[in-house]
């Protein structure tokens, strides 16, 4: 098991482009930049699209904590960086893939995952980078 990171930040508003968030025919899926509307998805994304590999959980997280941290600087007043970090590792020790997004300011927003790769969830997506 290893994990894959993603990013996206931008409009909110192209959110609601539900055929690029799918990977449906003709959808535009595999070209959108756009997160998908199932997290194990991002598997399915060109290799161009991962923001890193990591084979340690709290690698992985670190890159996340420092992504997040550019684009939400006040932090999350709801759950300190420290909690935050300790849970994201149990997850992804789990196997369960992180978000960490939030809302920028007006309708920008900002997104950041790690992926669990193999996908318990989508055991029959490849790894994008092999």
Known sequence: MHFHGYEW?????????ESERRPIEGGGFGLSGLPPLMTGWWLLRPPAQVRGTWEAAADAVEWLAGRYGEHSPGGDPWMPIEARRRCAVAQLTEASDVVWSCWVSGSRWSGHYVIVCPNKTWPQLTCPVS
């Open 9 to 17: 930040t931008g409009d909110g508003r192209l959110l609601a482009k």
